[in-house]
């Protein structure tokens, strides 16, 4: 993710430009360049060849994610919330030359072009005519960072992470190189986060977080896949191979529900949707830990909700509630990455970043930011977990966030 200037007549007009604070509709057009100004500086994830993005309003960061849009009706070029806007704010990059694209409108596949030379020109969606006002040069600036101040720290807690636009509390834990991150998965009750029932047999915990939904407080309960060594768990109990076999099925078929992150003994991990029970034999046991989780952040360097991501069987990651129509994501994962796009809650995120893992709390986030949270931490695999009254956060014997729950199983930095 890098914010840029988009400059017509490729490289050799003027600046596209969303002038105010953002709403709906807000008209763009062109005009000559304002030194630092966020009114010109637009969020792009990875633009390059063929890439499928979003181009956000640096401007909006704190106010909701207003992104370039086609207003299908006349073809102008506005900003409007991507949210629940799927298409209309959905654009592919066809590269022309270095750093210079034409920029393609995936609703009806026009292009965006500048509808003069002169300053006020305004900007719109044309039919492709391979002409220097639908060229437009990208050039990487420092103005507009993301909605979150992310300081540079080092390994153990940190508070220094803030939203520019809210006072929710952030909690950070970095783990050391010579932490490991490890799965407290327990079929004997539910316990305190604080308990030592919590706590990988023979291991010593420095840092530990919430981990699985669950049904019940009353006995041992999770929900999902998990792995820890040579361990197998699925939906509150041991699972093994082959005796399992039906019900592990039965979770990968649903196929909608808690993806997997997977943690191999060394190296980056990965989020995993199996794709069949053979496709789970044959590759688990490559992954010492198996999380599942709520929701895919943050997939192979990409945040889900900028850009249009497939997985490993390229099917897209995509939610309807957020992004409709549904029918433009037949066959993908519909329930993935499900939740009220505007809603803050509390939340618990496991983000990988340059090697480390990071444990991640917040007192109230929507799933959106928690997405830009860890994208602008560097992280190039990120999850959510439980939230709400769920998530909590213990360093030490200090309770970060508490929560009054009881769990099964807990996330945890180990020093062994």
């Given at each position: 993710?890098?914010?840029?200037?988009?400059?017509?007549?490729?490289?050799?007009?003027?600046?596209?430009?969303?002038?105010?604070?953002?709403?709906?509709?807000?008209?763009?057009?062109?005009?000559?360049?304002?030194?630092a100004?966020?009114?010109?500086?637009?969020?792009?994830?990875?633009?390059?060849?063929?890439?499928?993005?979003?181009?956000?309003?640096?401007?909006?960061?704190?106010?909701?994610?207003?992104a370039?849009?086609?207003?299908?009706?006349?073809?102008?070029?506005?900003?409007?919330?991507?949210?629940?806007?799927?298409?209309?704010?959905?654009?592919?990059?066809?590269?022309?030359?270095?750093?210079v694209?034409?920029?393609?409108?995936?609703?009806?596949?026009?292009?965006?072009?500048?509808?003069?030379?002169?300053?006020?020109?305004?900007?719109?969606?044309?039919?492709?005519?391979?002409?220097?006002?639908?060229?437009?040069?990208?050039?990487?600036?420092?103005?507009?960072?993301?909605?979150?101040?992310?300081s540079?720290?080092?390994?153990?807690?940190?508070?220094?992470?803030?939203?520019?636009?809210?006072?929710s509390?952030?909690?950070?834990?970095?783990?050391?190189?010579?932490?490991?991150?490890?799965?407290?998965?327990?079929?004997?009750?539910?316990?305190?986060?604080?308990?030592?029932?919590?706590?990988?047999p023979?291991?010593?915990?420095?840092?530990?977080?919430?981990?699985?939904?669950?049904?019940?407080?009353?006995?041992?309960?999770?929900?999902?896949?998990?792995?820890?060594?040579?361990?197998?768990?699925?939906?509150?109990?041991?699972?093994?191979?082959?005796?399992?076999?039906?019900?592990?099925?039965?979770?990968?078929?649903?196929?909608?529900?808690?993806?997997?992150?997977?943690?191999?003994?060394?190296?980056?991990?990965?989020?995993?949707?199996?794709?069949?029970?053979?496709?789970?034999?044959?590759?688990?046991?490559?992954?010492?830990?198996?999380?599942?989780?709520?929701?895919?952040?943050?997939?192979?360097?990409?945040?889900?909700?900028?850009?249009?991501?497939?997985?490993?069987?390229?099917?897209?990651?995509?939610?309807?509630?957020?992004?409709?129509?549904?029918?433009?994501?037949?066959?993908?994962?519909?329930?993935?990455?499900?939740?009220?796009?505007?809603?803050?809650?509390?939340?618990?995120?496991?983000?990988y970043?340059?090697?480390?893992?990071?444990?991640?709390?917040?007192s109230?986030?929507?799933?959106?930011?928690?997405?830009?949270?860890?994208?602008?931490?560097?992280?190039?695999?990120?999850?959510?977990?439980?939230?709400?009254?769920?998530?909590?956060?213990?360093?030490?014997?200090?309770?970060?966030?508490?929560?009054?729950?009881?769990?099964?199983?807990?996330l945890?930095?180990?020093?062994n």
């Amino acid at each position: 993710m890098a914010n840029y200037t988009l400059q017509s007549h490729g490289g050799a007009g003027l600046y596209m430009t969303a002038d105010g604070t953002p709403t709906a509709r807000r008209n763009v057009y062109i005009k000559a360049r304002v030194s630092a100004s966020l009114d010109q500086t637009w969020r792009i994830d990875s633009p390059s060849n063929g890439a499928r993005t979003r181009i956000f309003s640096c401007k909006s960061n704190n106010t909701g994610g207003y992104a370039l849009n086609n207003a299908t009706g006349t073809n102008n070029c506005d900003i409007i919330s991507h949210i629940g806007n799927y298409k209309d704010s959905l654009v592919e990059f066809e590269r022309y030359g270095p750093n210079v694209y034409y920029i393609k409108s995936i609703t009806n596949g026009r292009y965006l072009t500048a509808d003069g030379t002169s300053a006020n020109s305004n900007v719109s969606w044309q039919i492709k005519a391979s002409s220097e006002a639908q060229r437009w040069k990208l050039s990487e600036v420092s103005e507009g960072a993301g909605p979150f101040s992310v300081s540079s720290f080092g390994d153990g807690l940190t508070n220094n992470v803030t939203h520019t636009s809210s006072n929710s509390q952030i909690a950070v834990y970095k783990l050391s190189s010579t932490q490991k991150l490890r799965l407290a998965i327990t079929l004997t009750g539910n316990y305190a986060i604080s308990s030592s029932n919590l706590v990988p047999p023979g291991k010593t915990v420095s840092a530990k977080t919430n981990c699985a939904f669950f049904s019940s407080q009353s006995v041992a309960s999770f929900n999902g896949l998990f792995k820890s060594g040579s361990n197998l768990y699925l939906n509150s109990s041991t699972a093994t191979i082959p005796e399992s076999e039906t019900n592990i099925t039965a979770f990968i078929n649903d196929g909608t529900h808690y993806p997997c992150f997977c943690v191999p003994s060394s190296g980056a991990p990965t989020i995993k949707w199996f794709s069949s029970y053979t496709n789970f034999v044959n590759t688990y046991q490559s992954y010492e830990y198996i999380f599942s989780g709520g929701h895919a952040l943050v997939y192979n360097g990409k945040n889900i909700y900028d850009s249009e991501v497939v997985n490993d069987q390229s099917l897209p990651i995509a939610c309807p509630k957020i992004y409709s129509p549904v029918s433009s994501h037949t066959g993908g994962y519909a329930d993935i990455a499900w939740d009220e796009p505007t809603t803050k809650r509390q939340r618990t995120l496991l983000g990988y970043a340059g090697a480390r893992y990071y444990l991640i709390v917040s007192s109230s986030m929507t799933i959106f930011a928690a997405a830009q949270l860890a994208k602008e931490l560097g992280c190039s695999w990120a999850m959510s977990f439980d939230g709400g009254g769920s998530t909590c956060m213990r360093v030490g014997s200090t309770n970060v966030i508490s929560s009054s729950r009881l769990f099964s199983t807990a996330l945890c930095a180990c020093t062994n």
